[in-house]
């Protein structure tokens, strides 16, 4: 493990710093967690001005990737590279960032104490992230009385208030309603606008396809990697849609009113492939991983 972490938390707010050559992220990462391995081999990159999503289904080691790459997770292969602690701002899954006993502009002061942010640059800077996430009419509620929308930008807004060079985001809009949703990629775009390097985990896949980068994963390995075109592109074996499977039932989804099937493999005789978004995507490649060793 060779973790290059010069700060360490609590150490006093430092000017922006410039990545390394090689970027920011995880390289290589293989990390055990009590005899299961969470990730096995993965590399993320992070550029800055980026946004990089990493997406999966439960337990696919999304949570643990970004836990690797801002330092709480050791890897046991591999190499991570990250602005020191201080310099890094972490949004951890269900909000669990925020004080629920403080106000949100009691929340917010805490944490600018924490990076010894006071003064006009804090009424300022408050001031706008308040005004941005939709908050400024809340200032003096406590966050357990929010509704899980608001407390999920809250969470958001103490995470960036540093201006941090690398944004790490874990789920932020999950069990969060549509127009919040908007309000949260908003911030999220805004914070990669500002040259800093964000990476979200996501279930939600037409978020995934809004990113710079994508990261898929399935039990601690990567399924897939690179721009969201590339991965459609990439899409492995065949998709179909109708009324009903048009094969076997492990191999068929719903989208709607419609039945997905796919198969490994070139389309056969007669079948009209269809174009994959990257919902279809993703189930794709987690089927081709799981049946690669069928014949097509
Ligand atoms: N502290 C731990 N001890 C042992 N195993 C763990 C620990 N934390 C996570 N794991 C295991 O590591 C794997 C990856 O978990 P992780 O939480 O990173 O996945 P995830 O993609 O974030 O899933 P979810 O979206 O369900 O939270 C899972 O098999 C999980 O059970």
């Known amino acids: 493990m060779s973790r290059t972490v010069p700060g360490e938390r609590g150490e006093e707010a430092s000017p922006a710093r410039q990545a390394p050559p090689e970027g920011w992220g995880v390289f290589g990462a293989t990390v055990v967690l009590d005899r299961t391995t969470a990730l096995d081999d993965v590399t993320l990159a992070t550029p800055r001005g980026e946004v990089t999503a990493v997406v999966g289904g439960d337990g ?3 949570t643990t990737l970004l836990r690797t790459l801002v330092g709480r997770v050791r890897v046991s292969a591999g190499r991570v590279s990250a602005p020191p602690p201080v310099r890094c701002g972490f949004m951890p899954t269900g909000a669990s960032g925020v004080w629920l006993d403080l106000s949100v502009a009691e929340n917010l002061d805490f944490v600018a104490a924490a990076h010894r942010i006071g003064g006009r640059a804090l009424a300022d800077r408050r001031a706008e992230l308040l005004a941005a996430a939709g908050l400024a009419g809340a200032v003096d509620r406590l966050a357990q009385d929010l509704s899980g929308g608001m407390r999920q930008k809250l969470a958001f807004c103490l995470a960036i208030l540093h201006r941090p060079d690398l944004l790490v985001l874990d789920e932020p809009s999950t069990g969060v309603d549509p127009v919040s949703r908007v ?3 908003r911030l999220i775009s805004r914070a990669a606008a500002e040259d800093t390097a964000v990476v979200m985990a996501t279930t939600y896949l037409d978020e ?3 990113a710079t980068t994508c990261l ?3 039990h601690g390995a990567t399924l897939a990697s690179g721009a969201p075109a590339a991965i459609l592109a990439g ?3 065949t998709l179909t849609t109708g ?3 048009a094969g076997p039932a492990e191999l068929s989804w719903r989208r709607g009113y419609e039945t997905r ?3 490994p493999g070139p389309p056969r005789d007669g079948e009209e492939p269809i174009s994959a978004d990257m919902e279809d ?3 794709a490649y987690t089927l081709a991983a799981q049946h690669s060793g069928d014949a097509s």
Do not use: C, Y
Request: charged share 25%; proline share 8%; net charge neutral.
């Open 243 to 245: 009324r009903a499977p």
């Open 208 to 210: 995934a396809e809004r």
């Open 261 to 263: 099937s796919w198969h």
């Open 183 to 185: 309000d949260l990629w």
């Open 281 to 283: 995507s993703v189930i």
């Open 216 to 218: 898929v994963l399935d």
């Open 60 to 62: 696919a080691g999304k």
């Open 235 to 237: 899409t492995p074996g």
